[in-house]
């Protein structure tokens, strides 16, 4: 036991980079055997939507783990130790898997909007990840434009021979790419000339400050500014405060995200959500006609 728990992390994780590794590896074990456990890694499902309106234009999916001795696990805690192991593949197809199952609920519930799921930089080093995204979307026969994406960089990635040939074949899937917190990430601009993007996700730290910092405001208009440019839809992120989504809208932003709309919720609760954020959008819609 001991030796398998230390043989999952030791080809890639750098222990260097934590203090508490030990504590790593032995949760990278655990999530080993969690991966096919029923129900231990869930999803939470957050709506993005149109700021004008209201309208769900989208929903994340962001993982839960639901660790039976250390209780609830947010994905700050064990998303950094499973990039670096041999277990990001297997994680990466679970949360696919477990996405295109709700987005294909949505369709059979005539829901028209994508599914976003996260993916670390990392899995752009792997020559197969285009073909087992296009498999896992014929398996839930879900059409590729219902699945985006979203790429963070949280970690330099050196070989971009492979990574240009895994965006290439990914475009080829017909998937859409989000490029995640937007702003923060190792190379975030030089990333947007490698492939053609559809979405910018500006990062909540902006979105936070906007308000009071004057630089951090600027960042946000250059995003949509840039967003515009490039044909993709600019999503603001971690959006609190009527005032922020006010702001946002001022200076053209489309479309945004955060506790001010939706919290992330169980799969089970989201088609219902959907359903209310849509007729919400709708009846807006009517309101300033008759008062016209
Ligand atoms: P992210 O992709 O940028 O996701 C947005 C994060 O902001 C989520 O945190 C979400 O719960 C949180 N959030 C949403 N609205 C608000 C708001 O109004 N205020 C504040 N303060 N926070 C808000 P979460 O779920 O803890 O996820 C953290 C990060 O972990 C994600 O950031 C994503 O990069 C990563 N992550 C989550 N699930 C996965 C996954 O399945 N695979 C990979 N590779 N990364 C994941
Ligand atoms: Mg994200
Ligand atoms: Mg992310
Ligand atoms: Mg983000």
Redesign the pocket.
């Known amino acids: 036991k001991q030796a398998k728990q230390l043989r999952v992390g030791v080809a890639t994780y750098d222990s260097s980079r934590d203090a508490s590794s030990t504590d790593h590896l032995a949760l990278l074990a655990e999530l080993r055997d969690a991966l096919t456990a029923d129900d231990q890694i869930v999803l939470a499902l957050q709506p993005a939507v149109d700021l004008a309106s209201g309208a769900p234009v989208g929903v994340e999916a962001l993982t839960r783990w639901r660790h039976p001795r250390r209780g609830p696990l947010s994905p700050a805690v064990f998303i950094a130790a499973v990039e670096h192991s041999e277990l990001l593949g297997p994680f990466t197809r679970y949360v696919l898997d477990r996405s295109l199952a709700a987005a294909a609920g949505w369709i059979a519930a005539d829901i028209d909007v994508p599914v976003s799921v ?1 993916v670390s930089a990392r899995s752009l080093l792997d020559p197969t990840f285009p073909g087992q995204v296009a498999d896992a979307l014929r398996r839930h026969v879900v059409p590729a434009r219902h699945l985006v994406l ?1 790429i ?1 960089e949280t970690v330099a990635i050196s070989d971009l021979e492979i990574v240009d040939e895994v965006l290439a074949a990914l475009r080829e899937t017909g998937v859409q790419l989000s490029v ?2 937007f702003g923060t990430g190792f190379s975030s601009l030089a990333f947007l000339t490698r492939v053609a993007i559809d979405e910018l996700k500006v990062d909540r730290s902006f979105v936070d400050d906007m308000i009071d910092s004057p630089a951090a405001e600027a960042v946000v208009r250059g995003a949509v500014e840039l967003g515009g440019r490039l044909h993709a839809r600019v999503v603001a992120e971690g959006v609190e405060t009527a005032e922020q989504r006010a702001a946002l809208l001022a200076l053209g932003c489309v479309s945004a995200q955060g506790y001010h709309f939706c919290q992330p919720m169980p799969p089970d609760k989201i088609v219902g959500t959907l359903h209310r954020l849509g007729e919400a959008a709708t009846q807006a819609k009517i309101v300033p006609l008759r008062a016209d």
Do not use: F, R, S, V
């Open positions: 996260n979203e963070t995640d917190d």
